[in-house]
């Protein structure tokens, strides 16, 4: 709430450097605020009295926002990356989508391993658990299991993460 929006009868008034005012009505407060060409922003509403402070409102938003946009900028997003395999891979390639899922792994990504079924590799799956299970070992130094292997439609999915 900033200039007339505050509708308490007394609110504790912290002037423009930051120095203690002390405890005054908010015609008061208001008033030195005007003096200064300054607003009155109430920045601690649940305090009794709520703390006012005398500042220009702009220049606070201002700073509010940047100092939102520093925090995102720090903020580390998480991708997850997507490997797909089919029932009848071969070792060596299997091997090469290790080495991928190594790599996001190692960037921070999330790895979705998917096991898609076509026609009637559907009536295989037995053998599809151990082809994630051999998956899993190829990279267990660097992946933790974050959901384990299950079905959903026509494909088996895994989540990996990466080990801390």
Known sequence: MINEQIRDKEVRLVGEDGEQLGIMSAKDAMKIAREANLD???IAPQAKPPV???IDYGKYRYELA???KEAKKKQKTMDVKEIRLSP???ENDLNTKAGQARKFLSKGDKVKVTLRFRGRE???MGMSKQILDRFFEKVEDVAVVDKPAKMEGRSMIMFLTEKR
């Open 40 to 42: 009155l922003v109430k």
């Open 52 to 54: 006012c402070k005398v």
């Open 66 to 68: 940047r100092k939102e």
């Open 122 to 124: 559907v009536a295989h």
């Open 88 to 90: 009848n891979i071969d």
